[in-house]
């Protein structure tokens, strides 16, 4: 009798175990989906404040090199041309000091364009993986036998498209990154024959 009590304990703590195990499994797992759905939230903002910073910055950095090339050549060419005439002394100005140009601007412009694009890229990048990420949670196994019903439940709506009907995850399934036309033209039809790059 003592060692039927003893067994019987046993499988009761092996299932309060086992039990508790999965209560603590169940809150990672719902932890984990909303920490997924507030990071993809608020990357989104990010990607957004990247774009926006990203233009401003290309756009400002624009406008001070052409204010710089139109004070030069408003300004500065007038004084260096005005008064020379071609009298025995033609060409004589190649050899006097005069300003230079400076392409220093236009190199900070095409740095600028460099770093805030790729900065905008890897905010996408980011949204990208959070979203992959998110998805592995509620479709992969054991995770998604945790994964609250409300998060996975699904239909296919009238143009034949799995919707989710809860509008956070709709918002995160149907996540498209920022592209160019162009872009999507290529991907559309398989082929990028334009190689010209200054047309």
Do not use: C
């Amino acid at each position: 009798m003592k060692k039927n009590l003893v067994i019987m304990l046993l499988i009761l703590a092996v299932l309060g175990l086992f039990s508790l195990l999965g209560v603590f499994y169940n809150w990672n797992v719902d932890n984990q989906e909303k920490d997924l759905r507030v990071q993809f939230s608020s990357n989104i903002k990010v990607n957004k404040n990247a774009y926006d910073e990203m233009w401003k910055i290309i756009k400002q950095d624009a406008n001070v090199t052409d204010k710089y090339a139109a004070d030069f050549s408003e300004r500065v060419l007038p004084v260096l041309v005005s008064g020379r005439e071609p009298k025995g002394e033609f060409m004589r100005w190649i050899s006097e000091a005069n300003p230079e140009f400076s392409v220093s601007l236009y190199e900070n412009l095409m740095n600028s364009i460099a770093a805030e694009r790729r900065k905008f890229k890897l905010s996408q990048d980011r949204t990208i993986d959070i979203r992959n990420s998110y998805f592995q949670l509620i479709e992969n196994k054991p995770q998604k036998w945790f994964v609250d019903k409300k998060f996975k439940e699904t239909y296919i709506d009238d143009g034949g498209n799995l919707t989710y009907v809860n509008e956070e995850v709709q918002k995160i399934y149907s996540y498209s990154p920022v592209t160019s036309s162009r872009t999507e033209k290529v991907f559309e039809e398989g082929k990028d024959d334009d190689i010209d790059l200054f047309n």
